[in-house]
């Protein structure tokens, strides 16, 4: 079992910054990738980026290409959206995702933490 927990969200102006964290606890030595998704009233959730454990290799959704930036401190078991130049759309909760090592898939989830951008 992974236990996350999502903090950092908030309302903010169109063009602000704000860093999302995400710690985790219980197996975390399990952990192979960590993902920061979004889901906006009335879409689906939507993949926004993710990391590695090891290695620390990133990824990231076209839409916040540029302007996000995904980071881990092992030490800590936290991951960090790092998001600048925030825009409207936005707009969602954030939830971040863990894939263990032995799922094909992402297999915990936290409760989100909602980030609302007005413009």
């Known amino acids: 079992q992974v236990l996350l927990v999502e903090s950092g969200g908030g309302l903010v102006q169109a063009g602000a910054s704000l860093r999302l964290s995400c710690a985790a606890s219980g197996r975390t030595d399990s952990t192979y990738l960590t993902g920061w998704f979004r889901q906006a009233p009335g879409k689906e959730r939507e993949f926004v980026a993710s990391?590695?454990?090891?290695?620390?290799?990133?990824g990231y959704a076209d839409s916040v290409k540029g302007r996000f930036t995904i980071s881990r401190d092992n030490a800590k078991n936290t991951v960090y959206l790092q998001m600048s130049s925030l825009k409207p759309e936005d707009a969602a909760v954030y939830f971040c995702?863990?894939?263990?090592?032995?799922?094909?898939?992402?297999?915990?989830w936290g409760q989100g933490t909602q980030v609302t951008v007005s413009s």
């Open positions: 990391i590695t454990r090891r290695g620390g290799a990133t």
């Open positions: 995702a863990v894939r263990t090592l032995q799922s094909l898939q992402y297999n915990f």
